[in-house]
């Protein structure tokens, strides 16, 4: 497989963008949630299944958070583009479309089938 080399560069810079943008993001779900409410014990909570979303989308974030650390320590070491499990280079296609992907598409569909597999019972 040639290798279409990717601009590092460029990567590391909408990276660094994403970066940006999903810390402001957490700020501003974090401050939203930093208000008192004030509830009654016949009430209950009235917020609570708004809370709880807030702090779902706030985890997410944090997730795409260090996935994007993640990327950005690769190109930084130089190994940004590379198939974790594999070795081999990412398609760049994939990773104009998921620059925090670290592994190829063969190595991904291989462990989601794998998951697919161990989640399937056995009736034997």
């Not at 990717?6 to 660094?16: A, G, K």
């Not at 016949?42 to 993640?70: C, M």
């Not at 950005?72 to 974790?84: F, I, K, S």
């Amino acid at each position: 497989m040639t290798h279409v080399r990717v601009n590092v560069q460029e990567i590391r810079q909408r990276l660094q963008r994403e970066r940006d943008e999903t810390l402001t993001n957490i700020a501003r779900l974090r401050e939203g949630m930093t208000y008192d409410l004030e509830t009654s014990p016949e009430e209950g909570d009235p917020d609570v299944w708004e809370r709880e979303k807030i702090a779902s989308l706030i985890r997410s974030l944090e997730n795409k958070l260090s996935e994007i650390d993640r990327a950005l320590r690769m190109t930084e070491r130089g190994d940004y583009g590379l198939c974790e499990r594999c070795g081999e280079p990412i398609d760049p296609a994939r990773l104009k479309v998921m620059p925090t992907a670290t592994l190829c598409l063969k190595c991904k569909q291989e462990l989601e089938r794998q998951a697919a597999a161990a989640r399937t019972p056995s009736w034997e």
